[in-house]
């Protein structure tokens, strides 16, 4: 039998000063929420960048200087819009983000709401530290795109985003009645390589840090934005162009 007579017994103050009435438990406690609840948001909701404020800001509060706008259009990458619409976004975007695909409907919105307005173009922006399968993804689409389907693909492989894989890639192809043989010499001899290289050197050239981030008229935006602030941000760069 253990023999608890050899402890000291408690005292009033030890009855006060519970873990929880400690001075240090409140302070560890204050430094938690204070550091340890943004450093969850931003890692839950860190694809999902800024408020609708800042956005809606984007040509308001910078001073519009030839300095801040990057030139990324292209006229070799994919595009949906005509090519003589006044609000140009070019999207550096990942396959295999999540974020990406969460914003692929939205920017179909943008595209049926401002038909004449808008002008998309896709570059690949691969991050293969943490999508193994983005570089392949972007080279499969690549070849679709000389195949002259690259939307109908890109469509395609968001939709089978947790399972991209080389049977994947082949059996889209397939479904989209691309040469196969043609797309498989293409993908497997990395044939798209160089200009999946290109875009991603561009991007960080003109500061792209993740997916999806969007360049307007040449001013950057990033991250999963709604048709409500997309609504704003392309009336915002519309009036940049052509003043109030």
């Not at 009033?12 to 550091?35: C, H, Q």
């Not at 974020?99 to 002008?119: D, G, S, T």
């Not at 043609?182 to 875009?199: N, P, S, V, W, Y």
Request: aromatic content about 12%; hydrophobic content about 40%; overall charge negative.
């Amino acid at each position: 039998m253990d023999d608890y007579s050899i402890l000291p017994p408690v005292t009033e103050m030890d009855k006060s000063k519970r873990w929880y009435k400690r001075p240090w438990v409140w302070i560890l406690l204050f430094l938690v929420v204070w550091f340890g609840v943004p450093f969850l948001l931003e890692t839950i909701w860190g694809g999902q960048f800024k408020n609708t404020e800042e956005l809606t800001k984007l040509n308001q509060t910078n001073s519009q200087s030839s300095s801040k706008i990057k030139d990324v259009v292209t006229s070799n990458n994919p595009s949906l819009g005509p090519i003589t619409a006044p609000v140009v976004i070019v999207e550096f975007g990942d396959f295999q983000c999540p974020y990406c695909k969460q914003e692929a409907p939205e920017l179909k919105k943008v595209l049926l709401k401002y038909p004449e307005a808008v002008r998309l173009i896709y570059r690949d922006f691969p991050l293969s530290e943490l999508h193994p399968e983005a570089i392949s993804a972007a080279e499969a689409a690549s070849c679709a795109a000389i195949q002259g389907k690259f939307w109908s693909y890109h469509d395609a492989l968001f939709s089978n985003q947790d399972a991209l894989n080389t049977t994947i890639y082949d059996s889209i192809a397939q479904s989209l009645s691309l040469d196969l043989e043609k797309f498989k010499r293409c993908r497997e001899g990395h044939l798209t390589l160089a200009k999946i290289q290109e875009d991603f050197a561009a991007g960080v050239a003109a500061g792209v840090e993740g997916t999806p981030t969007f360049f307007v008229n040449g001013h950057a935006v990033a991250g999963v934005l709604t048709l409500e602030v997309w609504d704003k941000i392309i009336v915002a760069t519309m009036k940049e162009k052509f003043g109030n």
